[in-house]
């Protein structure tokens, strides 16, 4: 490739050459006359001019165009492409040289940035990852106390969604935060300094319960101070401390238990006992929704100072176990001291005004300090706790109030701490909850209880029902042939009143009156047999014949009811002295029940087989079988367990069985249904 | 003339009663069960059935329902042997309810009785 320099370089010198060359010739040839001067100046001009071109193109060429190459350069280079164009800046090694050096700067400066951000992305996920889900709680609120941001772990457990929390004020989510909560957050935002409350009881209104250690902070952001609250679940840590301590058992013994007034007696006895949440003394009033009055109901609590001292001094002396005394405790003996019977008497009406109702009715927590002045204490109230602090929680179950406890220091006049009323105000929860689930349960057992009346007494009025049925069947049974036998008697009297001779209708109407008593006869002769001491037997009949005799009469019933029916038949069955309709009652009655238990597609087998000097008739089935209670019932007459049973078939079964000098006895099968076995002798 | 329908499985007693009832100037149609009953008050305009209640194919309650429910107005006695459905309300809905006995008395005055009361 020729050098682009040194050609320019050359053409530079090029005009030079001509200049030169031309004067050199007019110096030998001594052309210098006056008359070729003007021609020289001529030369002159031309040559000066040919160099000014020349250096106005090299510059055009070379200069300007570089810039232009650079400019374009430093254009892309501010775009971030740090990249030269080889043939741009060709032969221009200086400045190729510097934009090089320039490429590599920018170049690593693009690095520098880029793992910049890398370093930042990754800071920010790290930080989100922190604050969105550790387990820690996180909350951030403003000015205004409005909650701004909380972070998964919080939604989730409490089961919030986002839209529940944001906007809302602590308050609005917890119970019992005004207190404590409430008050280190104002500390925070005025001083600044962080604040951490450890063991903290926060019971949220959908009523999940934890325990946490809540750190308060302010921090700045854009400007304005916001509080960062960090709450460490701290529940299982302290589930131990708390499954050991004394109010978990009880609330647990009084979830278990049904009795009202000892569940009522165990949350008063939880909320007074020193290991529980120690008050001197509690009570309990509950809603009756029908007097719409708030009664007391119960009371724990000693009747004098005097009783107070002696029974810590007992408590002291001997760890007495609370939870089994609890346990002893029975409704009869509540022991009549005065402080209860007060209570006892202690009927509040809703449409009062007394502190009590309002406690009800606001379903809050009233913590009075100094009854005696207190607007808020009606003088009745006043009066009758006699005491200036106290603390009355409702009752509230679902979202109902159904009471509440009131607890008081009466007798050491130790101060009510936002602790105590935060563990009592939960307590409740779980104490409502009892006594409304013991409430209900006793409310069940006395429906069961009425129910169970009722259905005795159905099944009474049945079984009447079925004896005035078979009453009624054999009255109608008898009553139609002497109603037609009377109706004719009364037209043959009256034919011969009237002195009609018509001896045809008269001939008609007697022999009308013979049949229909031929019929009666009959009707009272099968109603004798059923109630005749004893048949009068003198066939001999083969068992297996009767049976599949039944059994041919069912066949189509069997069919339609999906039932099979296998028989298993001994075929060298003696003869048995027997009647054979009787026993053929006995298998319909049998084999009836049998199918009355039996579900579709169930199986009744029957067999028959020599055990000695007797037979044996089995009549097996898959159904329900019979209740242990009922066995020794069984072949009463008129017992029956079926809505339209009569009772009669077992009963009819076990008499002609008797007749026949056999047995009967009916078991359960350890594979399920029922078996009745009949044994016969066989004659000698 | 009032004519009556007489429903009773009994044959004797269907015919007693249609005889007897004859006799006393009535016309009388009869019908064997409660099926045979309602046929014929679909077809045919009686003032006056008196019906048993134990009888084959259809029994006289079912048959009262239907026939009531045909014609509201028609007067209907039960007669019948039994004598406790006198206080079941199935029979709440006849005009009398008379137990089977052989004096017919009782059954006549009723008849004279609810014919002329509605009548008037
Ligand atoms: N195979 C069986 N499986 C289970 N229970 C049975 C069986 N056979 C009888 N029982 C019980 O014994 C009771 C008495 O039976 P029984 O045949 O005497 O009277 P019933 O079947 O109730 O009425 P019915 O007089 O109409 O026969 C029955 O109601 C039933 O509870
Ligand atoms: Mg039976």
Redesign the pocket.
């Given at each position: 490739m020729i050098n682009r320099r040194l050609l320019i370089q050359f053409l530079f010198y090029v005009p030079d050459i001509i200049l030169g060359s031309i004067l050199y010739f007019l110096h030998h040839e001594d052309y210098f006359s006056s008359g070729m001067i003007n021609y020289i100046i001529l030369i002159l001009i031309v040559y000066l001019a040919v160099k000014v071109l020349l250096h106005i193109w090299v510059y055009k060429v070379f200069v300007i165009n570089q810039i232009e190459s650079v400019r374009r350069y430093i254009h892309n280079f501010k775009k971030g492409k740090f990249s030269l164009k080889e043939n741009e800046l060709r032969g221009q090694r200086y400045l190729s040289e510097i934009i090089n050096e320039l490429t590599d700067v920018g170049r690593h400066f693009e690095n520098m940035v880029a793992s910049q951000k890398d370093e930042i992305d990754k800071f920010k996920e790290f930080y989100n990852n922190i604050v969105l889900s550790v387990s820690s709680y996180f909350l951030v609120i403003n000015q205004k106390n409005e909650i701004i941001f909380a972070n998964k772990s919080f939604s989730t457990n409490f089961n919030l969604a986002n839209e529940d929390i944001v906007n809302n004020s602590i308050s609005d989510l917890f119970y019992f935060s005004g207190g404590k909560i409430a008050d280190a957050i104002e500390n925070v935002k005025k001083k600044g300094e962080s604040i951490v409350l450890r063991q903290t009881r926060l019971l949220s209104k959908n009523r999940i319960a934890i325990i946490a250690d809540v750190k308060i902070s302010r921090i700045t952001m854009q400007g304005e101070n916001q509080i960062v609250l960090v709450m460490d679940d701290i529940t299982s840590k302290c589930r131990k401390d708390y499954q050991i301590s004394l109010i978990s058992q009880i609330s647990e013994s009084i979830q278990k238990d049904d009795e009202i007034d000892r569940v009522l007696f165990s949350i008063l006895t939880a909320v007074t006992s020193g290991s529980g949440l120690g008050f001197n003394r509690a009570m309990l009033f509950l809603y009756d929704l029908a007097s719409e009055t708030l009664d007391g109901k119960m009371a724990v609590g000693p009747d004098s100072i005097e009783e107070a001292v002696q029974i810590w001094g007992a408590v002291q002396g001997e760890k007495i176990d609370i939870v089994k005394k609890m346990e002893d405790y029975s409704p009869g003996d509540r022991k009549g001291g005065f402080f209860l019977e007060q209570v006892l008497s202690k009927h509040y009406k809703y449409t009062s005004d007394a502190l009590f109702v309002k406690v009800l009715k606001e379903q809050r927590a009233y913590h009075i300090k100094d009854a005696w002045n207190d607007t808020r204490v009606d003088p009745d109230t006043r009066e009758f706790v006699g005491v200036g602090e106290f603390i009355a929680v409702p009752l509230v179950a679902g979202n109902r109030s159904i009471g509440i406890i009131v607890a008081d220091n009466k007798y050491n006049h130790a101060p009510i701490w936002q602790d105590n009323i935060e563990l009592l105000s939960i307590f409740t929860v779980q104490a409502a909850l009892s006594i409304e689930s013991c409430k209900s349960l006793t409310t069940v057992r006395n429906q069961m209880e009425k129910i169970k009346l009722r259905q005795d007494a159905i099944v009474e009025s049945e079984k009447m029902a079925a004896v005035g049925r078979i009453a009624a069947h054999i009255a109608h049974e008898i009553r139609n042939p002497l109603v037609t036998v009377g109706g004719y008697a009364q037209r043959i009297i009256q034919t011969v009143n009237k002195g009609l001779k018509n001896p045809e209708s008269i001939k008609n109407a007697a022999s009308v009156i013979l049949k229909e008593s031929e019929r009666l006869e009959k009707i009272l002769s099968n109603v004798m047999d059923f109630t005749r001491p004893s048949p009068y037997i003198r066939e001999f009949n083969n068992l297996n014949e009767i049976i599949n005799d039944t059994v041919s009469l069912l066949q189509n019933v069997f069919q339609e009811r999906k039932i099979t029916i296998q028989l298993f038949l001994e075929k060298e069955i003696p003869l048995v002295k027997s009647d054979f309709n009787q026993l053929k009652q006995v298998m319909l009655?049998l084999v009836?029940?049998?199918m009355?238990?039996t579900p579709q597609d169930g199986v009744i087998k029957i067999s028959t087989e020599i055990d000695g000097d007797k037979v044996i008739i089995r009549v097996k089935?898959t159904?329900?079988?019979?209740d242990e209670d009922?066995l020794k019932n069984?072949f009463e007459p008129f017992?029956?367990?079926?809505v339209t049973?009569?009772?009669?078939?077992?009963?009819v079964v076990r008499k002609i069985i008797n007749d026949h000098n056999g047995e009967i006895t009916a078991v359960n099968n350890p594979e399920g249904g029922?078996e009745?076995r009949i044994i016969l002798p066989v004659p000698i | 003339m009032s004519r009556i329908l007489v429903v009773e499985d009994e044959q004797h007693q269907r015919e007693l009663y249609a005889m007897e009832l004859e006799d006393d100037g009535y016309e009388v149609e009869q019908a064997s069960n409660g099926k045979e009953a309602v046929e014929k008050v679909k077809n045919n305009k009686y003032d006056l059935v008196i019906l048993d209640i134990r009888m084959p194919e259809m029994d006289g309650i079912e048959a009262l329902g239907k026939i009531l429910s045909r014609d509201k107005k028609i007067p209907i006695i039960i007669y019948t042997a039994y004598s406790n459905y006198k206080s079941n309300f199935m029979t709440w809905t006849a005009d009398a309810y008379v137990t089977k006995s052989s004096n017919l008395d009782e059954l006549k005055n009723k008849i004279k009785e609810i014919l002329s009361s509605r009548s008037v």
């Open positions: 009655n009836q029940n049998a009355d238990a089935d159904g329900s079988g019979i009922h069984l017992f029956t367990t079926k049973g009569v009772g009669l078939g077992l009963a029922a009745f | -």
